[in-house]
């Protein structure tokens, strides 16, 4: 067998093989040798068909099965005597097998880039450091309130956190626009379910109201030929309904399992909530600032497969949690996979760095360690026992938890030969920044 490889691109390869006739026309006469001995031909006993009759009959049947065994080893063995990873299966073109002339074949794939650590030592990683204050507290008291206020119907005009009741018909170059109208929509002003300019023109509005909306799809957009195309809505108010939040009383501080104490023992409650979650959030952005702080000490060459696979991985993850929010990703201009590009390009590149910090500092992912998450994660459950069962019944479920472990262990590996300073940081700007004073002020 002949092998030749060329490099067509920082990562991309070009592989030429020839597997010379004598080895496929060896292959093929050894498995109608053994072909010969089980096989039943009409005029001859089981076993008993001269080679030449079972060669006309099954040698062009045997002859691919062989060519096709062929491409797949010497591939492989190749791809081994050269040392080379690829990162997803080749495109084989062109192939040429004819009789007589052997199998040559040309395999065009892409390589793992290799992977060598800067100098650790000089990481500079800062860690969060956040106290939870009673103020916290008590802003957190009116996210629960919000969470469980009843809507009222209003007469007063519309505002941004109100929820509206239209009716709306969309057209396009005086076209009725095909899944662009519905009635009884119940719309949430501010959430940004819509398209732009849609929730914002009916600010203001009342009960009764018809506003007609002159809009754009925005660019990209799921439908190629909407996008950045404009839009005419017709829009009828129907309702307009405003929050009204419960009153901090056993009725509510029973819907979250407080049935004694009163306002104190709730607040006791939700700061304990809030000081699990403080921890957890913590760790998690502590672990995203050693992971932006090691991609950015390393410059590397990116497969593109890979990042094609990963921008449609979160393109679909993405259209899946607007599904579940009860959100058509079609209706908004959910965009197209190549929009998660950027990102896409970083997780590759931060998943073969810390591939290749497990590989030099060896963490394991310890039965202790596994152990030790899994009860730190069913802490949080009403019944802790029930979320053990169900991750040690499954062993694809555990997997998760190893890998989990195992990035624990590497990331705590790096940080002990980094530089490490801490920083102050409020509990709002902790958790998913701003969340808890801008659900205040909307609602206020």
Request: proline share 5%; with cysteine; aromatic share 6%.
């Amino acid at each position: 067998m002949q092998v030749s490889i060329e490099n067509s691109g920082a990562l991309e390869r070009r592989m030429m093989v020839q597997v010379p006739e004598e080895q496929i026309s060896a292959q093929v006469k050894e498995k109608l040798g053994e072909l010969m001995r089980s096989v039943r031909i009409d005029g001859f006993r089981p076993g008993k068909a001269p080679f030449v009759v079972v060669q006309r009959q099954f040698g062009e049947r045997v002859r691919n099965d062989v060519l096709g065994d062929l491409l797949r080893k010497s591939f492989s063995d190749a791809l081994q005597s050269h040392d080379l990873r690829p990162v997803a299966d080749p495109v084989f073109d062109p192939v040429f097998a004819e009789l007589g002339s052997g199998l040559s074949y040309t395999a065009t794939f892409e390589v793992y880039p290799e992977v060598k650590l800067a100098a650790l030592n000089e990481l500079s990683i800062k860690r969060p450091v956040c106290e939870i204050a009673d103020s916290d507290i008590d802003a957190m008291l009116e996210v629960l309130r919000r969470q469980h206020a009843t809507w009222e119907e209003t007469s007063r005009a519309a505002a941004i956190g109100d929820r509206l009741v239209v009716d709306f018909a969309g057209t396009v170059d005086g076209e009725l626009l095909e899944r662009g109208s519905a009635t009884d929509h119940e719309m949430e002003l501010g959430a940004a379910n819509m398209i732009d300019g849609f929730e914002s023109g009916l600010v203001g509005a009342v009960a009764g109201d018809v506003r007609t909306l002159d809009l754009h799809f925005p660019t990209p957009y799921s439908r190629e030929d909407l996008a950045g195309k404009a839009v005419q809505f017709v829009v009828t108010v129907k309702q307009v309904k405003e929050r009204v939040l419960p009153a901090l009383d056993d009725e509510l501080f029973a819907k979250f399992g407080v049935t004694e104490g009163g306002l104190e023992a709730f607040r006791k409650e939700v700061s304990e909530n809030m000081s699990r979650e403080r921890d957890r959030a913590v760790l998690r952005n502590f672990n995203r600032g050693v992971m932006e702080s090691l991609s950015a000490a390393h410059e590397l060459d990116l497969p593109v497969t890979l990042i094609a696979v990963e921008a449609r991985r979160m393109h679909e993850e993405s259209r899946r949690n607007l599904t579940m929010r009860g959100v058509d990703p079609d209706r908004v201009g959910h965009p197209g996979p190549e929009v998660f590009g950027p990102q896409a390009q970083e997780r590759v590149k931060r998943g073969l760095l810390m591939a290749e910090v497990v590989r030099t500092s060896g963490v394991q992912a310890t039965p202790a360690k596994v152990r030790s998450m899994v009860e730190s994660m069913a802490a949080s459950y009403e019944e802790p026992e029930a979320l053990r069962r169900w991750y040690y019944s499954e062993p694809s479920r555990l997997q998760e938890i190893e890998a989990m472990c195992v990035e624990e262990e590497a990331v705590n590996w790096l940080v002990a030969q980094a530089t490490v300073t801490d920083e102050a940081i409020s509990f709002d700007d902790l958790m998913n920044p701003g969340q808890t004073r801008a659900q205040e002020q909307s609602a206020a």
